[in-house]
């Protein structure tokens, strides 16, 4: 078969001169089709090299030809006698292919299938190939060809390879056309279809035939198969599950040539009437029940040379278009395998039957978007440095200052996306990159806050109905307003390619707030074509230049946060993957980047999945795994809180890290010391509203004076039932104390690499206080949000987005068609404070002492440390630890002494909170720093403030501490003043600097009754 090759690529120069079709139509056909056709397509760089027609394959099967014993003596000619005699039949090859390229759709294409025959004895008529024992047949699902001979052909394919026009001809030549219009046909399954040969061949000495293959059985259509429609390459699809289902057969026919005029012979558009000659039987191909997808099969069928003057003399080919068909096939093949790689002369025996090891199944069949939600995070640096989110469970600590840039400005935290491809049983085969795949990334980012309801508590949690309503924000700008004047939304931006740097149309800076333009980030991407996403720079405003006055609320404002749908298109050689998406989000900043807290945001959306049977409960509890991490996450809190590190520290009153062999030893020996720990982590029903049980840190009810058992948080369900396994001595423990953590995700196991970027991302985000929560909040927890495990839900963008009046109740915020199901670009973040900073700032601890209910501890319990220090080993502190001339008292007193983090701020509570806005970037980073090694009594690694980027002068008091002290008639214009003075008088805390004020953080429930 001869088809239509695409036009010559002319970008490197015009095409040489061909010979006349007239004079040497074979010369011309073969330069068209192998030079230019063939030999463009290797100069792009195809590997491997493919055909320059029919090259896109739909699969190839093994099969046997048989014929009856009683075959008429007329009959038995050539490799019909040879199947006859050959008990079994003949081994038979057969590929299935269609006239386009593998980028195409297979709806209404050409259909060719190649038999290669084995077996058959006798000199062949090839040149070069006269000892093979092989047979060649090549028919199409069309009965005529479109031209009638080599000439015509030449001339044809001059039109459309050389001149680039094959309307001019097809407009002079409509016979032509009209074969072509009619060669575009549907066809259900290459395995239903019928096919022709086309042209004639010679059978035996004085007889002309035509090839006929009709089917013969099949297994039926699959009733559940993707229409065509709707998949492209559908026609390889049906033949894996057709032969896989069962045998399929085909009977071949003759046509015999019974009248010279009617039926000529060099005449190829000219049909065969088969009234005029009914076509005979002579044989049954079948091709057996088998796996066409079976390790090296589709290999072995495409390095097949399929060619008709394979053959014996019985049976060799007719007409010009045939003998042109001998040079250009010969040299296309031949150049083909020489390029590939493969032997040119023909196969020896078919090749068997294999049953191979099973194999890894590589295909991929889909893809996905990991991490599944990716973190972002501000910085007021301006410059061109960033930080990547982590990608593993626990990174190497970057050297100390990497968090600043040299003008000592926060640097923003990037967030990465990968592409990895699956198979159809759900493994992860290859990451796609810009090497092995194209990728066009699409992000839509939106910061509503100002237009979404206040945050007052949880509504999810009974404390609910206690607390002031959620009305909306800004509530006096009109409703056909709000969209325009309250959301940044500068709609969604593309980005394709490697090492995409900071460009116009990849930021986010054409949406507004109150008119005013605000940059909510930008794209970039890596070496790889990865999708590297930074969000804004931590710029706050009020519209009206009016002060922030509250923790959440402050009607007027904006921040830069964001979040949105990260999509990918995704294809692999022209063939489309369909992608999961997945979701970005911009957080504030990490000040203690290393750190993570003893429930984390990945535990939340893991134990909402577990109790939904999502997912599995861990079979067996893991020591390193589900018991390492709290017990780490209490004590790594001890860097950024005094009150924790007397408690979890180095040398502390419960240092558990020092006794990690005695909590991993499951045995009957340590089961107190486990059940100890056990029973002291927090239980609702029976600690109700104690702040002693661990962890110390505040609930999403927390208010002064308590009022609910949520004044805490606790650990999730199912960190809870796995500690109470371990506690019980129902653990593996695989602690090893050596055992080196992966540093990048290159160290990571292939197959586990998505996961690790799914957890990783969250494993750094708290769910300590939803009040409302540092990176994301409390509709985190419900899986209406998502699609699978860890996959936001996305709301169409044509629907348009749901009100809820002006008051948010929780039953509302609850319901079916509620919030808390399909998310738009902005619905995440909207939770969250308004700015940010302000929130940030009130996040402090101890607020409880002094609150009227007797002191309890000015450092416990706490809100986000590990995210917002409370307070920090500073630097000057740091120096004297490792200071071997000094005293070993005085390095252990500056070792145990912790300073107020925010001490740089002022300390009057809304001076503070509007000093944040401005003065975020300049607060210190708690990185890791080297140890004193003379005495075992200090650690050999300490986590130190660094960088703090305030003027030394005038420094705040050098032994200044903030106890935060909340009074009830702080806020009262004529009380006030004295019971804040009063306040401070009987804090009791004569080392302290005492920070007194009515803080709505703390006062959201009313009081009970």
């Not at 039109?159 to 030549?173: I, K, P, R, S």
């Not at 400005?409 to 090497?435: C, H, I, M, S």
């Amino acid at each position: 078969m001869i088809g239509t090759p695409e036009p010559f690529d002319d970008a490197a120069g015009p095409p040489p001169p061909l010979p006349g079709c007239a004079e040497d139509a074979a010369g011309a056909l073969k330069q068209m089709f192998v030079d230019l056709t063939q030999g463009a397509r290797m100069a792009r760089g195809q590997d491997p090299v493919k055909r320059p027609v029919f090259l896109k394959p739909h699969g190839v099967a093994r099969g046997t030809l048989t014929v009856a014993e009683d075959l008429p003596a007329e009959l038995r000619v050539g490799f019909l006698e040879a199947a006859r005699t050959r008990p079994g039949g003949l081994e038979a090859w057969v590929r299935f292919s269609s006239d386009t390229v593998p980028g195409q759709p297979d709806l209404k294409t050409t259909l060719g299938v190649g038999l290669k025959l084995f077996g058959v004895p006798g000199p062949k008529l090839l040149e070069g190939y006269t000892e093979a024992g092989t047979q060649d047949l090549l028919l199409q699902n069309h009965d005529v060809f479109f031209v009638d001979t080599a000439q015509d052909m030449c001339e044809f394919t001059k039109a459309g390879v050389v001149d680039g026009n094959y309307d001019t001809y097809l407009a002079a030549h409509p016979i032509t056309e009209q074969i072509l219009d009619d060669m575009a046909k549907f066809e259900a399954s290459v395995l239903t279809a019928t096919y022709w040969g086309v042209l004639p061949y010679a059978f035996g000495p004085d007889r002309f035939v035509k090839y006929k293959l009709v089917p013969a059985s099949c297994e039926p259509a699959d009733p559940n198969a993707t229409p065509p429609d709707e998949d492209p390459t559908y026609l390889g699809a049906d033949l894996v599950h057709r032969l896989g289902a069962g045998p399929a057969a085909f009977d071949l026919l003759l046509q015999f040539r019974t009248d010279d005029e009617k039926m000529p012979l060099d005449m190829a558009t000219v049909r065969w009437s088969e009234s005029e000659s009914v076509p005979v039987k002579v044989a049954r191909l079948t091709l057996q029940q088998q796996d066409v997808t079976a390790r090296g099969q589709a290999a072995y069928g495409e390095n097949l040379s399929l060619n008709p003057w394979h053959g014996l003399a019985e049976h060799r080919p007719i007409g010009s278009i045939s003998d042109v068909r001998r040079t250009v096939y010969l040299a296309s093949a031949e150049q083909r395998r020489d390029v590939n790689g493969v032997p040119t002369a023909e196969p020896g025996p078919a090749r068997p039957q294999l049953t191979p090891p099973p194999a890894r199944d590589t295909r991929i069949v889909r893809a996905a978007v990991h991490p599944a939600i990716g973190v972002a995070r501000v910085g007021d640096s301006m410059m061109d440095d960033f930080v990547l989110a982590p990608e593993v469970d626990d990174p190497p600590p970057l050297p100390v200052g990497s968090y600043k840039d040299v003008t000592g400005a926060l640097k923003r935290q990037a967030a990465r996306f990968r592409v990895y491809g699956y198979n159809a049983a759900g493994e992860p085969v290859a990451e796609l990159t810009a090497d092995n795949a194209d990728l066009r990334w699409k992000v839509h980012v939106v910061n509503s806050k100002a237009a979404w309801y206040q945050f007052q508590i949880a509504l999810d949690i009974p404390d609910a109905a206690q607390a002031d309503p959620s009305n909306l924000r800004n509530p006096k700008i009109p409703a056909d307003q709000r969209q325009d004047l309250l959301v940044i939304d500068p709609g969604p931006r593309w980005v394709r390619g490697r090492n995409r740097s900071d460009q116009p149309e990849y930021r986010f800076d054409t949406g507004t707030f109150m008119g005013k333009p605000v940059y909510l980030g930008e794209l970039r991407t890596d070496d790889s074509g990865r999708l590297i996403f930074l969000g804004g720079r931590g710029v706050s405003a009020s519209a009206t230049g009016t002060p922030a006055d509250t923790f959440a609320n402050n009607d007027g404002w904006h921040d830069d946060v964001s979040d949105g749908p990260v999509t990918a298109e995704v294809s692999i050689d022209g063939r489309p993957i369909p992608v999961e998406p997945a979701w970005v989000v911009t957080a504030p900043p990490t000040y203690a980047p290393e750190l993570t807290s003893v429930r984390t945001m990945y535990d939340l959306i893991w134990d909402a999945f577990v109790t939904e049977g999502r997912l599995p409960e861990p079979p067996q509890v893991s020591f390193t795994w589900d018991v390492l991490p709290v017990l780490r996450g209490l004590c790594g809190l001890q860097w950024v809180n005094k009150g924790l590190a007397t408690q979890f520290g180095f040398d502390g009153r419960e240092d558990l890290l020092a006794r990690l062999g005695d909590l991993s030893d499951p045995s009957p020996v340590q089961r107190e010391l486990r059940r100890q720990v056990w029973l002291a982590i927090r239980d609702y029903a029976r600690d109700g509203m104690s702040p002693v049980p661990w962890p110390a840190v505040y609930g999403d009810a927390m208010n002064i004076p308590p009022q609910s058992v949520r004044q805490h948080v606790t650990l999730s369900a199912l960190q809870y039932r796995l500690l109470k396994r371990w506690a019980d001595g129902d653990f593996v423990n695989d602690y090893d104390p050596h055992a080196a953590q992966p540093a990048t995700l290159d160290d990571v196991p292939f197959a586990d690499q998505p996961a690790t970027l799914d957890r990783a991302a969250l494993s750094f985000c708290l769910a300590d206080a939803f009040h409302p929560g540092c990176e994301l909040t409390w509709p985190m927890r419900h899986t209406t949000m998502y699609t699978t495990p860890f996959r936001i839900r996305h709301r169409d963008p044509h629907k348009p987005a749901p009100t809820y009046g002006p008051t948010l109740t929780p039953d509302l915020a609850l319901s079916f068609d509620g919030p808390l199901h399909a998310q738009a670009p902005g619905d995440l973040t909207r939770w969250m404070a308004v700015p940010w900073q302000t929130d940030t700032a009130s996040c402090r601890a101890g607020y409880e002492y002094g609150s009227g209910l007797g002191p309890y501890d000015p450092y416990l319990p706490t809100f986000w440390p590990a995210r917002v220090p409370n307070h920090v080993l500073a630097e000057e502190d740091y120096e004297v630890v490792l200071d071997t001339s000094r005293p070993l008292s005085d390095r252990l007193a500056a070792f145990q002494k912790r300073r107020a983090w925010l001490r740089w701020l002022p300390t009057p509570y809304l001076a503070n909170i509007n000093a944040m806005v401005r003065d975020f970037g300049k607060l210190g980073v708690v990185e890791r720093r080297p140890g004193p090694t003379d005495d075992p009594r200090l650690p050999a690694e300490l986590l130190v403030e660094s960088e703090v980027s305030f003027p030394r002068e005038p420094a705040p008091p050098a032994d200044r501490n903030l106890v935060t002290v909340h009074v009830d008639l702080g806020a009262d214009p004529v009380l006030g003043p004295a019971a804040l003075a009063s306040a401070v008088t009987m804090a009791e805390a004569p080392d302290e600097e005492v920070s007194a004020g009515f803080i709505d953080k703390v006062k959201r429930l009313r009081p009970s009754r």
